[in-house]
């Protein structure tokens, strides 16, 4: 004994049968939207040219602009008896010459930036390398991240989670301890900042 509704006579339709309807019919849209798309699109960029073609052709303001644009060239005789031209003065800078100028300025602020920076750094390591082994550090921290890199790539997933973790909370731990210890030496007057 099925437990089906009916309604009127006729068996009420299913939800299930609703949503494979809907299913299908989204499958159906899916693969022909894309198509249809891109001939709409065609077709309208088709019609747009064919349109603006038909205007220029069609409009004789915008002909005699651009007839107006086009050099032209006067006849022989008629050029040697015209004044000669004026000399041309200074051309106002365009668009492309201005955004050109404004690129140059801006590249250049960048490479002395650039350069201000490379000098602070190799400074800071000057200094640093007086006082202690700069060198030694960063051979030991290269070469303990690529270890560690490595480690975590041949790992699966969890196991690198957790070795990135844990790498973290060291670094985490090892930045507030060197704050602690500047701090410290700042309040026994051995030349740190508070």
């Known amino acids: 004994m099925t437990a089906t509704a009916t309604t009127n006579?006729?068996?009420r339709k299913q939800l299930?049968?609703?949503?494979?309807?809907?299913d299908t019919i989204?499958?159906?849209l899916a693969e022909a939207l894309p198509e249809a798309v891109a001939d709409a699109t065609r077709e309208g960029a088709r019609q747009a040219v064919r349109d603006v073609v038909l205007e220029v052709l069609a409009n004789p303001d915008l002909r005699a602009m651009i007839a107006g644009l086009a050099p032209a060239t006067p006849p022989a005789a008629h050029a040697a008896n015209a004044a000669p031209p004026p000399a041309p003065g200074p051309n106002p800078p365009n668009v492309w010459t201005r955004l050109k100028a404004?690129?140059?300025?801006?590249r250049d602020v960048a490479a002395d930036r650039c350069r201000a920076a490379a000098a602070s750094v190799t400074a800071t390591f000057r200094a640093l390398a007086l006082v202690m082994p700069v060198k030694k550090i960063l051979a030991v921290?290269?070469?303990?991240?690529v270890a560690i890199g490595a480690l975590a790539y041949l790992c699966p997933h969890?196991?690198?989670a957790v070795i990135s973790g844990a790498c973290g909370a060291a670094a985490a731990v090892?930045?507030?301890?060197g704050h602690w210890v500047r701090r410290s030496t700042g309040l026994f007057g051995f030349g740190g900042t508070g």
Do not use: E, Y
Request: proline share 3%; net charge positive; aromatic share 0%.
């Open 102 to 106: 404004r690129l140059r300025a801006a």
């Open 9 to 11: 006579g006729r068996p």
């Open 26 to 28: 989204i499958d159906a």
């Open 141 to 145: 921290g290269a070469g303990v991240g």
């Open 16 to 22: 299930s049968d609703q949503l494979d309807r809907m």
């Open 174 to 177: 090892a930045a507030q301890v």
């Open 158 to 160: 969890s196991a690198s």
